[in-house]
């Protein structure tokens, strides 16, 4: 991290709140559901409904997990390695986050293993590591993800490159929560990039998905209860 500035984990409810709320929603990822909205982002309404439909078609045809077992049926992986994607598909929560630890997952395959050996046990830690990078490989990019900045690195790295997507990928790391109090002042002390440069790499954030898997959840779970009826 840079400067000494590290944000705290942002997530991904709270990625997704209009700009009216300020981005003052909170900066864990369960109430951070974006960003998105900016001032100049009059139009992103228009396609709501089109993005519904969308989101339900996809969850007719299937669950997270099973459009990942589908592309994973069409990579030649060795048993094993397939074997470790399997358990990190089966890990990952609705959102398309994987919802513990490396170490936690391996601790506990260690266990129902009956893996005893320190080595052994390494082993197998090295063995997830390796299939959490075919995991984030695959479609819809940003998942397997451990947090939401990880999640939009991995979107932001297969945008082209320029100067905003390098400054994009470094508030991505480390200055998110700045980036949600729209903190420009401090932003462009920290990055030494100007504000002009510092707003690009936030279009391209706020541009991101920031919960890959909510595309696949059931169509009940789009549905919005008023808070009055």
């Known amino acids: 991290p840079d400067g000494g500035e590290t944000a705290t984990e942002i997530r991904a409810e709270e990625f997704g709140a209009t700009e009216r709320d300020d981005w003052e929603n909170g900066t864990e990822r369960d109430d951070f559901d974006g960003i998105r909205e900016t001032p100049s982002s ?20 299937g669950s997270l997990q099973d459009h990942l077992r589908l592309q994973v049926a069409g990579m030649r992986l060795p048993g094993d390695d397939r074997a470790a994607l399997e358990v990190l598909i089966e890990s990952l929560d609705g959102d398309g986050y994987l919802a513990d630890p490396l170490s936690d997952i391996a601790d506990g395959l260690a266990e129902m293993m009956g893996v005893q050996q320190a080595e052994a046990r390494e082993a197998l830690l090295d063995r997830l590591n390796c299939a959490l990078k ?7 990019t940003g998942v397997g993800a451990r947090n939401l ?24 790391e480390n200055y998110l929560e700045l980036l949600a109090r729209r903190d420009m002042k401090r932003l462009t002390a920290l990055t030494g990039a100007d504000e002009a440069l510092v707003r690009e790499a936030q279009t391209l954030i706020v541009a991101c998905e920031p919960k890959p898997g909510r595309q696949f959840a059931p169509a009940e779970g789009h549905i919005i209860v008023p808070d009055v009826i």
């Open 134 to 140: 075919w995991l984030q490989s695959l479609e819809p």
């Open 42 to 61: 009059s139009t992103a309404s228009s396609g709501e409904g089109d993005d519904t439909e969308a989101q339900d078609r996809n969850a007719a045809d």
């Open 149 to 172: 900045g990880e999640c939009l690195v991995l979107q932001l790295r297969t945008t082209p490159k320029c100067a905003a997507r390098q400054l994009a990928i470094r508030i991505a």
